[in-house]
């Protein structure tokens, strides 16, 4: 049994269905949610034609470091400030949103079951699944429709560094999941599972 804010946490390739499951999780749960994207590091130091060359999808490129220590923050019922980045940018804005600790807080990422001091703060692990087609279909429409890109920079970049470093970092995280989702699966099925594992480590 959890002390304190329980942690449920969400990992799995760019595109499978993270954010959407982490949704209706909680709705299901009447959770706060957590997202890695906010952990971006700074770029402000750098010329914006250098920002674009970083590798945004290597776990170096997130302060893993203050998530940590903001996810142990909520695990003991702490409010924590949370950063604000802007893609558009690369940058920081400066700005933080205060989130509260919840009964649950989800924690969702690319990389959420990648460091091992992130690991042991969970409660609940869960990894979602998809093949590269489909993740890179979803990741297009998104990252077109939010982020301002274009098809063509989208596919370039998933072909040079999502796809290569999900099968270094992120799939193999697999492994440490209490709960596998399919991103095809009925996200209502997805949710119960998810739930029946939280309400048995409540237990």
Not at 192 to 201: F, G, I, K, L, W
Request: charged letters at 30%; one cysteine or more; aromatic letters at 6%.
């Amino acid at each position: 049994m959890a002390a304190g804010t329980y942690l449920i946490g969400i990992a799995g390739p760019s595109g499978s269905g993270k954010s959407f499951l982490a949704r209706h999780l909680k709705g299901a749960l009447g959770a706060e949610v957590l997202e890695l994207d906010r952990y971006y590091r700074d770029l402000s130091h750098l010329p914006p034609a250098e920002r674009a060359q970083v590798n945004f999808d290597a776990p170096e490129a997130l302060e893993h470091e203050l998530l940590i220590e903001q996810a142990s923050l909520l695990r003991k019922r702490k409010a924590v400030e949370l950063p604000v980045y802007d893609f558009a940018t690369h940058t920081r804005t400066g700005r933080t949103e205060l989130l509260q600790p919840s009964e649950v807080v989800i924690v969702e990422g690319l990389f959420t079951l990648h460091w091992p001091g992130l690991r042991d703060l969970l409660d609940t692990k869960v990894y979602v699944d998809l093949h590269d087609e489909l993740c890179l279909a979803r990741r297009t429409v998104r990252d077109v429709r939010e982020r301002g890109r274009t098809v063509e920079s989208v596919h370039e970049q998933y072909r040079a560094t999502v796809a290569p470093m999900a099968r270094g970092y992120v799939r193999p995280t697999i492994a440490h999941a209490d709960v596998v989702v399919v991103g095809t699966e009925r996200v209502e099925d997805a949710v119960t599972r998810v739930v029946e594992h939280y309400r048995r480590s409540k237990r």
